[in-house]
């Protein structure tokens, strides 16, 4: 996809921009006319395009008026004449995005044509992003990240997603386990039906097997109807036990009976249910150490512990904060109304330096917050100084491609922006890139 159309009548300032745009680094097409560019624009749609005002033919406000009514949100940037000052001035309260007045300097359009171009860019990605939130029942969720233990366990998510396989999903308070547990039901053949997600630790003791198994009208006092528990009203999906943990020993034992037995009876009734479902539990305790010390079952242990998923905290996948903190602002962005700005290298030095208690559902907060208010505050740095496991020369290099890398994501992938951005040699960031396995396409913006 071109990211400019550039039209205009003489063909000495096409040529001359040709070589400016190029290097640049801005894929352009050059038009001497606006309906030969109006017939590319059935087959591909550029980030922007420039027009002079007087052309023979349809004339540069014609191009405006066509863009607005047809292809709504491409930025348009008319050249104009010295005495086109006050058309041009009403082509931006029509909705041009902005005039360059004639003589002008490459560098000063390329200026314009690469802000109209990030305008652009951030609009799609916004679209898009909403696009994506509102189909997510549909996709999936998205689970963010390149590093080994992430591509590690997407392979396992994928491995087992379409399986009947109860799955325990362990992992410290925020690391994203009712996230898995979507992917997982959303990646099998039972993504059609309910997902049921349940607190254990959120139900008080004497209401959660009518909570789980639902009851009968007039089962005790209070059921003054019949009601379908959370195992029921999975069937043919999936059930989330998040802190299992927490669960009551006497719960325990109804559910290792009905794991076993896959079928349940409503309180007040000797009906058995047939159920069909996938469960699958979650914990951030050792249940084997809590089972040998007698604060959980082990046979039901035992009966969870078929596969077993680990999921890091972010301080042991620091690579993968620049990535994920950008797509919580993105998605902070679209709900408020807001921009995303981009972070300083300040301010990713100070994600990077976080030890991230909380982990990913610290780092959304913090994205939200940056959104809203305009700058970080990732917990208290006063405890962030304490020893990282890593050696100078790993947290120096680790620092050093979550720069390169939010760079590319600020640049949506130019290897020259990124390169003045740096301010380094072509050379030294293609070598940076290969040495940290950066590859500049998983930046560029996908509409």
């Known amino acids: 996809m071109s990211q400019v159309f550039f039209i205009d009548d003489e063909s000495d300032i096409r040529i001359a921009l040709e070589q400016s745009f190029e290097l640049a680094d801005i894929d352009a097409k050059f038009f001497a ?7 590319c624009l059935k087959q591909e749609t550029p980030l922007a395009i420039i027009s002079d005002i007087r052309l023979p033919g349809l004339s ?7 863009i607005s009514h047809h292809y709504a949100g491409i930025p348009v940037i008319l050249i104009t004449g010295h005495g086109d000052i006050s058309m041009a001035v009403q082509a931006i309260q029509d909705g041009a995005y902005d005039f360059i007045e004639k003589p002008f300097s490459a560098e000063r359009l390329i200026e314009i044509t690469e802000r109209a171009i990030e305008k652009r860019q951030l609009t799609l990605e916004n679209e898009q992003l909403k ?11 998205r689970i963010i990240g390149d590093t080994a233990v992430i591509q590690n366990l997407r392979e396992t998510i994928s491995a087992v997603a379409d399986t009947h396989a109860d799955i325990l999903l362990f992992g410290e308070t925020g690391t994203g386990k009712e996230l898995v547990a979507r992917s997982l039901h959303e990646q099998s053949t ?8 349940v607190n254990c630790g959120a139900v008080p003791e004497n ?3 009518s909570e789980l198994y639902g009851h009968e009208k007039g089962a005790f006092t209070g059921a003054e109807t019949t009601r379908v528990g959370k195992f029921e009203h999975a069937q043919g999906g999936t059930l989330f036990l998040d802190e299992i943990e927490s669960m009551p020993m006497q719960a325990q034992i109804r559910l290792l009976r009905v794991l076993q037995e896959r079928s349940i009876e409503r309180v007040g009734s000797n009906t058995l249910i047939p159920l069909d479902i996938r469960v699958i539990a979650a914990t951030k305790t050792d249940l084997n150490q809590a089972s040998l010390e007698g604060d959980f079952r082990q046979d039901l242990y035992y009966r969870l512990n078929i596969v077993t998923l680990d999921l890091p905290p972010l301080r042991e996948r620091k690579d993968d904060i620049a990535a994920l903190f950008h797509h919580f602002q993105l998605v902070a962005a ?9 972070l300083s290298p300040q301010e990713l030095s100070q994600l990077i330096s976080h030890d991230w208690p909380g982990n990913v559902r610290e780092l959304r907060n913090c994205a939200e917050r940056f959104v809203l208010l305009g700058k970080i505050q990732a917990g208290d740095h006063a405890h962030d100084s304490k020893e990282t496991g890593q050696t100078l020369t790993e947290q120096v290099g680790l620092f050093e491609k979550s720069v390169i890398e939010q760079a590319l994501i600020e640049t949506n992938g130019s290897i020259k922006e990124t390169m003045e951005k740096l ?9 940076k890139m290969q040495k940290y396995q950066l590859i500049k396409e998983s930046y560029k913006s996908n509409p």
Not at 334 to 342: C, V
């Open 33 to 39: 006319n606006v309906e030969d560019a109006l017939l």
């Open 60 to 66: 540069g406000l014609d191009l405006l008026n066509t």
């Open 131 to 141: 696009r994506s939130l509102k189909a997510s029942q549909t996709l999936g969720p």
């Open 190 to 197: 039972r993504k059609d039906a309910n997902f049921v997600a």
């Open 207 to 209: 209401l959660i097997e």
């Open 334 to 342: 679209s709900r408020y109304g807001k921009t995303a700005n981009a």
């Open 423 to 431: 301010n380094i040699p072509r050379k030294t960031l293609y070598d």
